[in-house]
Nanobody, 123 residues
Framework: QVQLVESGGGLVQAGGSLRLSCAAS????????MGWFRQAPGKEREFVAG????????YYADSVKGRFTISRDNAKNTVSLQMNSLKPEDTAVYYC????????????????WGQGTQVTVSS
């Protein structure tokens, strides 16, 4: 069993930055693919960024490419999402998730989810 806890959300002005962190406990994350997802009110949960267990392969939604960076520290059992040049449309609850090594980052195929952290970007 894996427990995921996100932190770092908050309120920021458009153009600002936030760094989200996800800490895992209960099991070592190093063999899991990790992903960040978000869900805005009235919308479905969507993929934001994902990273393989090695940390060498990262993937991004087109909407965040060039602005967000996902990273992981397997020694510390953490994964982070650096968010720069934030836009009001980035406002959502952000979730950390873990999946199988070959996970395609589909939300329905995630093995574990965190409780989410709110990110609000004001214009």
């Amino acid at each position: 069993q894996v427990q995921l806890v996100e932190s770092g959300g908050g309120l920021v002005q458009a153009g600002g930055s936030l760094r989200l962190s996800c800490a895992a406990s209960g099991r070592i994350l190093s063999t899991y693919a990790m992903g960040w997802f978000r869900q805005a009110p009235g919308k479905e949960r969507e993929f934001v960024a994902g990273i393989r267990w090695s940390g060498h392969s990262a993937y991004y939604a087109d909407s965040v490419k060039g602005r967000f960076t996902i990273s992981r520290d397997n020694a510390k059992n953490t994964v982070s999402l650096q968010m720069n040049s934030l836009k009001p449309e980035d406002t959502a609850v952000y979730y950390c998730a873990a999946g199988a090594t070959n996970w395609g980052f589909s939300p329905s195929e995630a093995d574990y989810w965190g409780q989410g952290t709110q990110v609000t970007v004001s214009s």
